[in-house]
């Protein structure tokens, strides 16, 4: 993996979460930095983090910290460079964490198919399966880096 990745998530990247247990673990624990703080859905799969930027980004790692326990097993990440409301979303990759509580890193590139070099305005990581019997996930901490398109 190429030395000069950015953090994509940046204070005007938007963040969207398929559900929240409640608000003292909220979608905006996901990116705080704070290692005291996280996001928890509800019960139910799938659950997911929609990450939207501003300008086309093109992304090569994905970082996760889970809590051991509520992991998202199966994860399949999308990504999207519609910028209407009506998103199109095209499988980049299946990733599988580990059932673990540290910092998981999992490379983005090269993609399955398509070509995401201009960039992309959104990405979606979509938790399949669950190793909590409920499917409810917990993420502490996610990064996604890469670069941004000349």
């Not at 929609?50 to 809590?67: E, G, H, M, N």
């Not at 999207?80 to 095209?90: A, F, R, V």
């Not at 979509?126 to 909590?132: A, G, R, Y």
Request: charged share 20%; aromatic share 8%; net charge neutral.
């Amino acid at each position: 993996m190429s030395g000069n990745l950015v953090s994509l998530i940046t204070p005007t990247t938007t963040l969207k979460v398929s559900s929240t247990l409640d608000k003292s673990v909220g979608k905006k624990h996901i990116i705080d930095d704070s290692p005291e703080t996280c996001w928890t859905s509800l019960e139910g799969l799938p659950q997911y983090i929609q990450l939207s930027f501003d300008t086309p980004v093109i992304p090569k790692r994905a970082l996760l910290t889970f809590q051991g326990g509520f992991v998202g097993t199966h994860c399949s990440v999308y990504t999207s460079l519609d910028l209407t409301n009506k998103k199109t979303w095209s499988l980049l990759k299946a990733i599988y964490p580990e059932d673990v509580n540290r910092k998981q890193s999992f490379d983005l590139h090269p993609p399955i198919s398509g070509n995401i070099n201009e960039g992309v305005t959104s990405i979606k990581l979509v938790f399949e399966t669950s190793s909590d019997f409920f499917g409810r996930i917990t993420v502490y901490d996610l990064k996604l880096e890469g670069t941004v398109p000349a």
